[in-house]
């Protein structure tokens, strides 16, 4: 036969949409031609293909092949369609047995020698082939991670060969096991944080609701040490959840994911990071800082160092759980559910406030230095938490702190609750619902109302407090919200002032 049908996967964000790989070949002057939106990596396939065929020992046909990636109009990149394109060489020129093809999907990119080198974006196409019932043949570097979808059927292969010999059933490839997940976390443990009472209450609450926070005091107080503890109190990943980590890990060539795929992700990019890097992007979009903590925690340490063009771009994806990515040829929506933890000193110099070194900011220059943060974004921050210098008796007292395992029990337990109160976590809660979540009786909607008004809070932050106040009471297992939740939610907004 001249024309052979082969499937691939294509990588189009979290997605892996199905490519047909039509390969006819015809009379003519030998040459081979690759349509389809092909971009340059895909179109060098020709030499990768003839010497992997060659040195595979088989015919390359000297002939007019023409190679069609279907859909035509989405754009191919990559190259991950380099073993579809040789299969379907070989079977459009009566070298391979075409049986079986029809129940399998390919991709891998090929060494010259035949040899199989993994690609980026295998899980998303694991997915979409246990979806339409079919194997996928994957690269050996590749198959731990596409084996982590459970329901398809992965076959592993290192060269062509192998290939060849599963269709033509002398030698068939071993379904591949899913790797045993690490469910236990390696983050550090709450234990050792000395002191600050009332910032590890805020951060259970953080953990309990996926709240966001803010921690401001001076320098050497904790604000680090305490956020990159956090992930070891958040609930474990359920494995829908874990899978969209992996997806996007995987699209991001990020490969470290396979034996602790169950674990929150923990992202602190560095303040010189730019929009593109901290939001995605680029020619053909790739997913940045925020995706790669989608069910995580993206901790941004000296907040108000990071230019502010670059915090804006936060304020979508804090509110929408998502980032939409636009350029000419295609828009990419990349999931960012992350949860915000932020840290900052209270002025330039770091010291406002502090009993023990005196602050050389003027006015005017904490004034302008709280000001890089705009209010719009400090708004969409649940709980804004100082963090005092530790006394002597606190930092060389005996008493062991509480440990992440303990508090992570009560983070649960609060977890559970909203989960079967309303699915999603208090800080997830759409205004639709607060009247019903979050009910108030009369005193203490009055009570809350009379703050707002001396605060002069927009209704966004009441909608924070209100939702905030809702996992406290969740902590505490009460049904109702009381006026002493009320008034920890407030006292957790620091840098709300009038004007």
Not at 31 to 48: H, S
Request: charged share 20%.
């Amino acid at each position: 036969m001249s024309l052979a049908i082969i499937f691939a996967r294509a990588c189009v964000g979290v997605t892996a949409p199905l490519v047909t790989v039509e390969t006819h070949i015809s009379n003519g002057l030998p040459g081979m031609l690759i349509v389809g939106l092909p971009e340059t990596a895909v179109k060098e396939a020709r030499d990768r293909v003839r010497s992997a065929i060659i040195n595979a020992h088989f015919d390359f046909p000297m002939r007019r092949i023409t190679v069609n990636l279907a859909p035509a109009d989405l754009p191919k990149e990559g190259s991950r369609f380099d073993l579809a394109i040789a299969l379907g060489i070989l079977a459009a020129s009566g070298q391979l047995d075409t049986t079986s093809l029809a129940d399998h999907e390919f991709i891998g990119e090929l060494a010259l020698s035949g040899e199989l080198r993994p690609v980026r974006g295998s899980l998303p196409a694991a997915l979409g082939s246990s979806r339409s019932d079919r194997s996928l043949v994957v690269p050996r570097g590749n198959a731990d991670e596409a084996a982590l979808v459970t329901t398809a059927t992965v076959l592993p292969a290192g060269h062509l060969l192998d290939i060849t010999a599963h269709l033509f059933k002398r030698r068939a490839l071993v379904r591949h096991s899913p790797p045993r997940s690490d469910a236990n976390s390696h983050y550090p443990d709450l234990r050792d944080v000395q002191g600050q009472q009332h910032a590890r209450r805020a951060l259970e609450i953080a953990a309990a609701g996926r709240h966001n926070l803010l921690m401001y005091g001076t320098p050497g107080t904790g604000k680090t040490m305490l956020a990159t503890r956090l992930p070891g109190i958040l609930p474990p990943l359920e494995e829908s959840e874990a899978l969209e980590v992996a997806a996007i890990k995987s699209i991001a060539s990020q490969r470290s994911l396979v034996g602790q795929w169950r674990i929150r992700p923990f992202r602190a990019p560095h303040h010189t990071a730019s929009a593109a890097a901290l939001v995605g992007g680029g020619s053909s979009p790739r997913p940045g800082e925020i995706s790669l903590a989608h069910h995580g925690v993206l901790f941004l340490d000296e907040l108000p160092e990071f230019p502010r063009t670059v915090l804006e771009v936060l304020r979508e994806p804090l509110e929408n759980g998502e980032i939409m990515i636009s350029r000419a040829r295609q828009q990419l929506s990349f999931p960012a559910d992350f949860q915000l933890i932020a840290a900052m000193n209270p002025c330039p110099c770091g010291y406002l406030g502090d009993p023990q070194r005196n602050c050389r900011c003027t006015p005017d220059q904490v004034m302008r230095y709280r000001s890089r943060i705009s209010g719009p974004l400090l708004d969409r921050i649940d709980m804004h938490v100082p963090l005092h210098g530790l006394r002597p008796g606190e930092l060389t007292g005996t008493q062991a702190a509480e440990a992440s395992c303990i508090v992570q029990q009560r983070v649960e337990a609060a977890h559970q609750r909203q989960q079967q109160r309303s699915g999603v976590a208090n800080a997830r809660l759409p205004p639709a619902t607060l009247p019903q979540v979050c009910a108030l009786t009369a005193p203490n909607r009055e009570f809350l109302e009379a703050t707002l008004q001396q605060l002069k809070l927009s209704a966004r932050a009441y909608h924070r407090i209100l939702k905030v106040a809702r996992t406290i009471a969740d902590l505490a297992a009460s049904e109702t919200i009381e006026r002493h939740h009320l008034a920890e939610a407030v006292s957790l907004r620091g840098l709300d002032r009038p004007g």
